[in-house]
């Protein structure tokens, strides 16, 4: 098992089912699996996305240590639902659990990435509400 110290916590940028998503992943950018290890549908519905003991390709310099987490929707011009957050906070909590991580992220708190990813509607506060 790698040793995984914090989640990063991203959007899809669109209305793009988890399937579309890996379809994407897979065919245009050649990778051998979703980016995300999960993926937060509208309905608040948790997917596996690719293996957790595999490394993620969901922020590029940092994915060793790391789970990608990516909420379907666009957050630069929506807020993340109800479901969504809820269904985000319990994965959270369990994953802390499992695995002891101190450090919850968004895509944009790294340095090599300028976007507001997961958007400019979305901060970590949304959880604890």
Same mark, same amino acid.
């Given at each position: 098992?790698?040793?995984?110290?914090?989640?990063?916590?991203?959007?899809s940028q669109?209305?793009?089912? *988890?399937?579309?998503?890996?379809? &994407?992943?897979?065919?245009?950018?050649?990778?051998? !699996?979703?980016?995300?290890? #999960?993926v @937060?549908?509208?309905?608040?519905?948790?997917?596996?996305g690719?293996?957790?003991?595999?490394?993620?390709?969901h922020?590029?310099g940092?994915?060793?240590?790391?789970?990608g987490?990516?909420?379907?929707?666009?957050?630069?011009?929506e *807020?993340?639902?109800?479901l969504? &957050?809820?269904?985000l906070?319990?994965?959270?909590? !369990?994953?802390?659990?499992? #695995?002891? @991580?101190?450090?919850?992220?968004?895509h944009r708190?790294?340095?090599?990435?300028?976007?507001t990813c997961?958007?400019?509607?979305?901060n970590?506060?949304?959880l604890?509400?």
């Amino acid at each position: 098992m790698r040793k995984i110290n914090k989640i990063v916590i991203h959007h899809s940028q669109s209305r793009k089912t *988890f399937d579309e998503i890996k379809k &994407l992943h897979v065919n245009k950018y050649k990778w051998n !699996d979703i980016g995300y290890h #999960f993926v @937060i549908d509208k309905d608040g519905n948790v997917l596996n996305g690719r293996d957790i003991n595999k490394i993620g390709a969901h922020v590029y310099g940092y994915n060793e240590d790391s789970l990608g987490i990516c909420l379907i929707g666009n957050f630069d011009v929506e *807020f993340p639902n109800h479901l969504q &957050l809820n269904s985000l906070s319990i994965l959270i909590k !369990d994953l802390k659990s499992k #695995f002891d @991580i101190k450090e919850i992220k968004m895509h944009r708190d790294f340095p090599n990435v300028a976007k507001t990813c997961p958007g400019k509607n979305f901060n970590i506060n949304m959880l604890y509400t």
